[in-house]
């Protein structure tokens, strides 16, 4: 079912015969970040990882009644859980063609996104953006969100994934018994 943003936008749940767009569309938040694009996942793992490692949500935007509509934006998230709020979801990434910026899908896609975790019990929805994007800080700053780490002594952390591989093929003076 579409949730309607204006008459001309619309969201709704991705399907697999999306993963082009959803690969287009993080391609396109990729260099707007100015991040290599060799670490992108390819379509194929996309496709292979929708739903059952990710959820995602599309903007679409139709020109005319008549027009098929075009993916112009999308947001991706995850379920976790934390013993100390329970169930939350992590917004991987939110992306709009600029040309679509300002006319309500990123409020839309965050709002689509609010509902279906909500549905899901989870209490909070986190994310992390770079510091000097200011259009994203505005954005988000419309929605009351907080910046968790301003006033925390927290830092985010991460192994990639030739460190990930590493860590996992190393010895360790522990037996796993996994």
């Given amino acids: 079912m579409a949730t309607s943003v204006s008459y001309q936008y619309s969201i709704r749940l991705a399907e697999l015969s999306d993963i082009n767009d959803i690969a287009r569309l993080a391609q396109a938040l ?7 694009i060799g670490t ?8 292979k990882n929708l739903s059952s490692w990710y959820q ?3 903007l679409e935007y139709k020109a005319s009644s008549d027009a098929s509509p075009e993916v112009v934006g ?52 986190r994310w992390m953006m770079y510091d000097w994007n200011e259009e994203a800080n505005m954005f988000y700053s419309k929605m009351n969100a907080d910046n968790q780490y301003e006033s925390s002594d927290l830092v985010p952390m991460r192994l990639n994934k030739l460190n990930l ?6 010895t360790s003076r522990i037996e796993h018994n996994l």
Avoid at 30 to 36: F, G, L, N, S
């Fill in 30 to 36: 990729t260099m707007y970040e100015k991040r290599p």
């Fill in 40 to 47: 992108l996942q390819t379509a194929a793992a996309l496709a």
């Fill in 56 to 58: 995602c949500v599309l």
């Fill in 74 to 125: 999308s947001a991706i998230w995850t379920y976790n859980y934390s013993p100390e709020v329970g169930r939350y979801a992590t917004l991987s990434e939110i992306f709009v063609d600029s040309q679509h910026r300002g006319r309500g899908g990123g409020r839309g896609l965050m709002q689509a996104i609010a509902k279906i975790i909500r549905e899901k019990d989870c209490n909070t929805l």
């Fill in 165 to 170: 591989i590493h860590l996992a093929g190393s």
